[in-house]
């Protein structure tokens, strides 16, 4: 069991839904207000920030080194200094984006990306950290993070099994057994076949930890997909409106689909109950409707039982229907009414 804040993580609990603001603010504060109050309208549990400056995650070169040269990418050309400056949500904004989700009553955590990242983050209180998926090799970040004695979500977009093996191993010498890995795509937007959910049961039977999915695909499919595989832990980057733009607008969720993502999610968990057999309490009654033997023909006293005057039929309270060939050729005790039950006592 993972726990944030008081809030329990793991199997019999609703999914822990996290909404992801990055910079969809748009460099807006009052927008970034307005995010919050979007993601506790759709029921999330959590809405996530970044924590860093363009000048604490790159420089400000334009080799070619720092330039996206992906032609696939979202933001192919760009230099990672202008990316960065844009994402970025301003420090002097994360105290007001706290209160304001706590008034909301949702969790409020962020991404650091550097040591003095989560020097301010400490200074303001927040309950967990997250680890974003390019940072699982830096070692020094995580000791950082984890040295806080705060929960640790660790995403493991592009991450060999060796790297979340030291990334984990790293957390635990400093202290710190309370971690939940996500399996990641790291690619915006991400494709289902590329999103590999079996590897969320295999990553919890490895690591004996709360398992959950960062997830940059369009839609909640995926996401319904992984709880069924055991994820308790779903996070989505949202929007208000993907056509008003953004760094991450493209593959984010708008606040609706935030709404079904929480119901569809819960859903999904509700539904794996556990292994069992048999009618369930809101199936038997549901029993009648099966097929049993029946008297279909009046039938006299010592007359023999026949395909014509025995028949397998709705409901279900005469014999079962593989005591067919046991019956035929039997004579009845007594006289039966066409609508008798079948029954041993009969024969």
């Known amino acids: 069991m993972f726990e944030i804040h008081g809030k329990k993580i793991g199997f019999g609990q609703k999914p822990f839904i996290i909404a992801e603001m990055s910079g969809n603010h748009n460099g807006s504060l009052d927008r970034a207000l307005t995010l919050v109050d979007a993601a506790a309208d759709a029921g999330a549990d959590a809405v996530k920030l970044q924590t860093f400056t363009a000048d604490t995650i790159t420089l400000d070169v334009k080799t070619d080194e720092f330039v996206i040269s992906d032609e696939n990418s979202l933001w192919y050309g760009r230099s990672l200094y202008e990316l960065y400056k844009e994402a970025a949500t301003p420090w002097e904004w994360h105290s007001e984006i706290l209160d304001h989700a706590f008034k909301r009553g949702l969790i409020c955590f962020s991404s650091p990306f550097d040591n003095s990242s989560v020097d301010f983050l400490e200074s303001l209180g927040v309950s967990a950290y997250k680890i974003a998926s390019a940072e699982i090799i830096d070692h020094g970040l995580i000791t950082r993070v984890a040295e806080t004695g705060k929960p640790i979500i660790i995403s493991t977009g592009m991450a060999t099994l060796n790297e979340i093996s030291e990334a984990v191993a790293v957390a635990h010498a400093a202290g710190n057994q ?170």
């Open 178 to 347: 309370n971690i939940a890995l996500l399996q990641c795509t790291a690619s915006y937007p991400a494709s289902p076949k590329n999103s590999n959910l079996l590897t969320i049961p295999n990553m919890r039977e490895i690591f004996n930890c709360e398992v959950g999915l960062s997830d940059h695909t369009m839609g909640v499919g995926a996401a319904v997909g992984a709880v069924a595989l055991g994820a308790t832990i779903v996070e989505k980057h949202f929007t208000l409106r993907r056509a008003d733009g953004g760094i991450d607008s493209a593959f984010s969720l708008e606040p609706n689909e935030l709404e079904q993502l929480v119901v569809e999610t819960e859903r999904a968990s509700l539904a794996l109950g556990s292994v069992f057999y048999g009618p369930t309490k809101s199936e038997i009654a549901g029993l009648m409707f099966r097929r049993s033997l029946y008297v279909c023909e009046d039938i006299k006293a010592g007359e023999e039982f026949s395909e014509l005057n025995v028949r397998s039929i709705r409901p279900g309270f005469g014999l079962h229907p593989k005591y067919l060939k046991t019956v035929l050729g039997r004579n009845a005790k007594c006289n039966l009414t066409k609508g008798t039950p079948l029954s041993f006592d009969l024969i």
